[in-house]
């Protein structure tokens, strides 16, 4: 047996050793590489010519993913000779990563995506690039360069919204911002937003900015709890999502101080958050439709196929960033936004 | 010639791979493309080397779901300690050595105080990822960083040499490692004999606590090796890093005919599962399926995968109960034609 261990050892070191040599060489192909670059090809999409689009949201489960959908697939109902393909990343980036890569081997046209981590998707979206496909980003953006990035703006709703906050509050209210998880915080930046004109004007006094784990009614609810609990005078909870806004408007009631008159605000204007506001539980939200990003994603996409654009065609650089507007929903216009919305509203009498 | 059992599980494992292959190459145009031939490999030996070390924990009778969690920690670890310029070996050893330490927690929490491995791993694996939160870049009001590693040495190890991943020959060469131990050391006969019937093998002498802690290290360390890796071809590290993996390396390792139980399988058939389970997820993107009708048929296929190795399982165990009959018949007439002649058997 010791001969057979000694085997194992030489075995061992003997590979190990082949692999750091290989690892190590600098004459490996894939080292720094000069990758092979290709502009976009042009499709003429107005004529019939088929044209392949991917989009990979984070995960099947994302809220705002079928609304986005719906938009996307609005834009292309006339164009039967466009498919969209979607793709489940499981709200995980090495899948993304992994779907990315397959929508290159695949040669689609171009591929729509939420990214789930801004830097770990950059070599793959520089591949797609490189390999003549535009990729638009949705929502949640990547650092590296790529075509095109389309979203509802974050930081202006947060500060749009304490705008219309201040004016119901006396100067100074006791805040307290529930905000996204410590990830996202880059991404998401209405709690900056909302903190930055309480700093500018002294309308707010922000008590805490509560970084949740993940945003969830749940959540909402064992966060608000916990800051009612800990600040017996609070004015204004300023929340990132809609979810931890009904989960606050569900904590306020269960401590009995639905008549406190603390406000609650939301982001995102979800079928839940809109019936709130109707009735009476939450104060306002930053309202977006997620169908008009999806709809702006698809024309910009159909623009770029047909002109051939792309980042690598403009010198590895981004095109267009692409900011959408929120609109502020409260009591006085919620009847009216419900009419008017994309989201699903059939589970509510309205 | 006398075909093995194990031979034979194998060539299921390897004649499911081949039919998907051929239903894959000539029914989506590109499947057969160089490019994504690459990919497969390349996603395959990251679930494969977590497989290699899973299937020594599997086979010693033990599960482990901790994976996601160690290579969560050990990545963003790497990650850090490549993005402040440390050379690729020290990350690798650094990584390595946490990925096994964790391992070894994992073993120790096991057998230290006899508990359940499944619900044991389940727990330090969230231990692990806390670890990874812990570890992770953060400003200074705690707003997790996305840290993207410009070390280009380490970065090397992301790259690959003419296609092929640098990954790729790692796993190949981990699971020749593994192979080897495993069918040719008393190490590895040891593991058998403690997968088979834990009881037994320590009343032959086995000590079972101290290969039952060495198992779980061996896993954890692959899966640091397979972190490292990782986190080299995507320039960062970060919290769901690895998430899921715990599982989808044993599923792998149970459609290569590694038992769940321990005591059968071994690391090729490993290395087949996880080439099994990257094959069904690589082609079913082909097809331009509906989400839904994707989770329907990757689970579809796995299925069949592990109906056909039970089925091949009631089978040889029919043969083996009508042989063990025949030869029981065989001695009760050798023993009558004794008595009936008044002679001894």
């Known amino acids: ?350 | 010639m006398k075909i093995s059992q194990k031979f034979i599980r194998k060539l299921i494992t390897l004649g499911l791979i081949v039919i998907l292959f051929a239903i894959f190459a000539f029914t989506a145009p590109s499947f057969l493309k160089l490019r994504n031939i690459q990919e497969i490999l390349r996603v395959a030996a990251y679930t494969g080397i977590i497989c290699v070390g899973s299937s020594f924990v599997l086979i010693g009778g033990g599960i482990d779901l901790s994976s996601g969690g160690i290579i969560c920690f050990s990545g963003i670890v790497a990650c850090r300690l490549a993005s402040i310029g440390m050379p690729w070996p020290v990350v690798l050893l650094v990584a390595v050595v946490i990925g096994a330490a964790c391992g070894y927690f994992n073993g120790w929490l096991i057998t230290r105080f006899y508990l359940n491995d499944f619900i044991t791993t389940l727990a330090t694996g969230f231990v692990f990822t806390g670890f990874g939160l812990l570890a992770i870049l953060k400003d200074e009001s705690g707003t997790l960083m996305s840290q993207e590693i410009k070390n280009k040495g380490f970065l090397l190890l992301g790259k690959h040499l003419n296609g092929f991943y640098y990954i790729v020959f790692v796993w190949i060469i981990l699971t020749v490692i593994a192979w080897f131990i495993l069918s040719q050391t008393r190490y590895g006969l040891h593991t058998y004999a403690m997968g088979s019937n834990s009881k037994s093998s320590e009343m032959s002498g086995v000590n079972v606590r101290k290969m039952k802690v060495s198992t779980f290290t061996i896993c954890g360390a692959c899966c640091a090796v397979a972190a490292v890796f990782t986190v080299a071809y995507q320039t960062t590290a970060y919290l769901n890093l690895g998430s899921g993996m715990g599982f989808n390396a044993v599923a792998a390792c149970v459609v290569g005919g590694v038992m769940l139980g321990g005591g059968k399988g071994d690391a090729v058939g490993a290395f087949l599962g996880a080439i099994f389970m990257t094959l069904v997820n690589n082609g079913m993107y082909k097809y331009g399926l509906d989400t839904s009708w994707q989770y329907v048929f990757q689970g579809a296929v796995i299925l069949i995968a592990i109906m056909s190795d039970a089925g091949f399982a009631a089978f040889t165990g029919r043969r083996l109960r009508a042989l063990a009959e025949k030869n029981n018949a065989e001695e009760a007439l050798l023993e009558a034609k004794a008595k009936a002649k008044g002679g001894n058997v």
Request: net charge negative; aromatic share 8%; hydrophobic share 45%.
């Open chain 1, 1 to 350: 047996m010791k001969k057979n261990k000694l085997i194992a050892l030489v075995i061992a070191c003997v590979l190990a050793a082949a692999m750091m040599a290989g690892c190590g060489s600098s004459g490996g192909a894939g080292e720094e590489a000069a990758v092979e670059t290709h502009e976009a090809p042009i499709v003429d999409i107005n004529n019939g010519a088929a044209c392949k689009m991917a989009y990979i949201p984070m995960g099947a489960g994302q809220e705002d993913f079928p609304v986005i959908l719906q938009g996307m697939q609005e834009a292309i109902q006339l164009y039967p000779n466009i498919t969209l393909d979607t793709y489940d990343a499981g709200f995980n980036p090495s899948n993304q990563i992994d779907l990315m890569n397959e929508c290159i081997t695949q040669g689609v046209n171009v591929i729509f995506l939420n990214a789930m981590d801004a830097t770990a998707l950059n070599s793959t979206i520089a591949e797609a690039e490189a390999a003549g496909i535009p990729v638009i980003t949705i929502n949640n953006g990547a650092s590296g360069v790529h075509t095109a990035h389309i979203q509802n703006t974050t930081y202006d709703a947060g500060y749009e919204a304490a705008q219309v906050i201040s004016g119901m509050v006396d100067k100074g209210a006791k805040t307290v911002i529930l905000d996204v998880p410590a990830e996202l915080k880059l991404a998401c930046t209405m709690g900056q937003g909302f903190e930055d004109y309480a700093k500018e004007t002294g309308a707010f006094e922000i008590l805490e900015d509560y970084a949740q784990t993940i945003t969830s009614i749940e959540v909402g609810y064992q966060a608000a709890s916990e800051v009612l609990t800990k600040y017996q005078d609070i004015d204004v909870l300023y929340c990132v999502n809609d979810n931890t806004a009904i989960g606050a408007a569900q904590a306020i009631e269960a401590a009995g101080r639905q008549n406190d008159g603390i406000i609650i605000w939301g982001y995102c204007g979800m079928p839940a958050a809109l019936d709130a506001i109707a009735q009476g539980k939450m104060t306002g939200t930053s309202y977006s439709d997620p169908f008009y990003e999806g709809y702006a994603a698809m024309v910009s996409a159909m623009n770029y196929v047909q002109l051939g654009v792309n980042a690598t065609k403009l010198g590895n650089e981004f095109y267009a960033d692409v900011m959408l507007p929120t609109k502020n929903v409260t009591e006085e216009n919620v009847i009216e936004t419900i009419r008017g919305t994309h989201w699903d509203m059939s589970a509510y009498n309205y």
